[in-house]
């Protein structure tokens, strides 16, 4: 990092100072800041541990040029919300190891927390937490993805997630003879 | 380590999932900007050059996958340069030209130049990009649509699992997909279709104890105290899978009416359950039982296929007509699955007990007529017991002789599956006059509610010589009455047994309680999963399915990926059933716990 030396003493003291202060500041793509409590970050995210413990916190906003604004503020807002649930044994235990990870459904505030948000973000946010390294943040968008197929059809899967049917006319007229007995229909 | 950066350019942007065992990080992405897409053969130079130093902050770390990389210069440059050989990685640089296995994204150098090149090299290479995938800000479909038509490549699209997600995110979300909505799913694309059917896929499913329950439609489950025959009062059953972990309960479809000649259709009544295979590839197999119309025994064998989500007609059993037989899926080498169902004792038509055993390879829809038992056997039960090797043995345990009726022994005899062949009776294994039904195998033991129904009891040495039996626990009771009289043992799998019952003999509202109980655990507890109404009737049949499924609160591309890797061999699966973790029960609503 790079210190500007002319502000001198004071300048210095800030800088030991916010060593120790509980928040970290984390900068966007777009340059734009957010504060986020230093344990919560730690606790959740596994690449913003490291890079806590490895000391490239950057006081004047740590750079995650691939997070957009609108995705960091949501997972932001999801670490401090997180820091003031209390959180579980269970969700402790499964950013430490995958093996002893209990079984955990979403909880109620993370539920809405995913569901408020737009395709576009939910997307950006799964991103985001794949590479702050979020296991629970990434159980949670995924899970709601997964949710969004839920009771769905074919079609309309595809239309939510605009994917490209590349059937082709004979392939699908196979599928329905092995649903032959099926009692599912589009 | 000097790494190439990315170009910055105008290229696609592609990315590549790895997961590797015990991973330090998520940062799997291979998110690279390429403007010229390298040959694979100039392993001789780096494929992208380095056109600016890598930013020394921020995510530069060494991870077992590889070394992450934050090349700042575009919003999703995060670069995993991976180590080791078994890299899904790629070679399909060119336009179109791509080279992707029909089950999966996963494509491989070819072998030879993998083992000349050295690692380093290799490393390099693996910069090459395999699929490409969409790189922009929102709104991303309007983006899309004003691509400059250089870098677009239409057929892309069709090729992502989901549009705008990298594909090893898009994995996670598909491998979070319920067994019932695998049918839907398979049915959007080619692309979901391969990715869930492929082994891959399967694997980083994990373990989820399912358990399929033949149980009675709710409006009529309360009615009649003579429970046992109180199906035929009209009763009509519909198979019910319940998820221990997740406390939910889903009917399958129906079975096919009318496809039995002439017969009430639906589930026949008494029928037995054994589920054959493994994750969405699993079969459950519904074997015999009584017309519900005409109450005759029926040879039928309907088998659902959970990727279908349909219900297939096997063949059918081989006469004579049994009914009340035991039944169990064993693990067989060779055999479809890894499993055969097998089928032996219980009475014909006529009430006579029968010797007769058989065994239904379901992949093959083929029954193969085994020898004979060394007993009559009315009304035995079946186990499978995991052998040595890949073989295990079927077992079948109590019944009574023709002349006998009713008067249950306590011996047990074994079908050994590698030796092809019964093993000597042996006396004794459960008390005599006992109906065997409520017993299950669990690891090496056994486990069983005793003659008056109000204790579980175990026993180590499992179906040989010189076990006893021991008092393990009370069975749960609720206002002084014992809860699940009558009741349904099943072996979960884990070690823990689920116990299905009412708390009176009349029918009242059907219960499942799972007991843990093992080494490890200090006091042998209950679990009770809260069931909606309509799933509280009575259960005649149940059977546990090894269902590997994505289990919330731990990010399954982080799981042991080597656990299931030879899903095929039947070896690989009759260990993996002791192998599940412990960790389910906590979060269960209610826990009785033995004083």
Known sequence: ?186 | MVLPSCPAGNGIVQRTAYAKKNSTCRGRLLALESRELSSPDSSSAPPFTAKRPVPASAANRICDDGVCVQASHHRQGVVVIPFGQDLQACNSAGEGRKSRTPAGNETHDPPSQSQAIPVDDRRRRHLNPIQSHCNHPNPRWLKLLLRPPAITRPASMADDLIPCLPEDLARECLVRLSFDQLPTARRVSRRWKAELESPFHQRLRRHRPLLALAQALPPLASSGPARKYAASTGFSYRLVLHDLAAATWTPLPPLPSGERGGGGGGLPLFCQLAAVGDGPATKLVVVGGWDTETWAPTAAVNVYDFLAGVWRRGADMPPPRRSFFACAAVVVSGAGGGAMVFVAGGHDEEKNALRSAAAYDVAADEWVVLPDMARERGEPRGLAVAGDESDGRFVVLGGYATAAQGRFVGSAEAFDTATWAWGPVTERVIEDGVCPRTCCVVGSGMYMLDGGGSFVMARDAGDGDGGAWRTVVRVPEEDGRVVVSAAEVVAVGDGRVAVVGSACHGGGEQKVYVLSHGEGTAAPSWTRAAEPPEFTGHVQAACYLAWICFVFGASSTRRQPGRRQADSDGREIATAYNQFPEDISTNNPERLTES
């Open chain 1, 1 to 186: 990092m790079e210190v500007d030396k002319g502000k001198g003493e004071a300048e210095e003291t800030r800088k030991v100072a916010e060593a120790d202060r509980d928040t970290v500041t984390l900068k966007s793509s777009d340059g734009k800041l957010f504060e986020v409590s230093k344990e919560a970050a730690a606790r959740l995210s596994t690449v913003l541990a490291g890079m806590i413990a490895g000391g490239s916190i950057d006081d004047n906003g740590t750079d995650l040029k691939q997070i957009g604004s609108e995705a960091l503020e949501n997972v932001v807002d999801y670490c401090n919300k997180h820091a003031n649930s209390i959180p579980s044994a269970a969700l402790i235990s499964s950013s430490i190891s995958f093996n002893t990870a209990p079984f955990k459904e979403p909880e109620e505030w993370e539920r809405k927390f995913v569901d408020r948000l737009s395709h576009d973000a939910l997307f950006d946010l799964v991103e985001a937490a794949n590479f702050l390294g979020m296991e629970r943040l990434l159980d949670v968008t995924c899970h709601k993805i997964s949710e969004m197929m839920k009771g769905k059809s074919p079609d309309q899967i595809r239309e939510v997630f605009n994917i490209k049917n590349d059937y082709t006319k004979e392939e699908l007229e196979e599928i329905r003879q092995e649903l032959a007995w099926a009692f599912y229909d589009d």
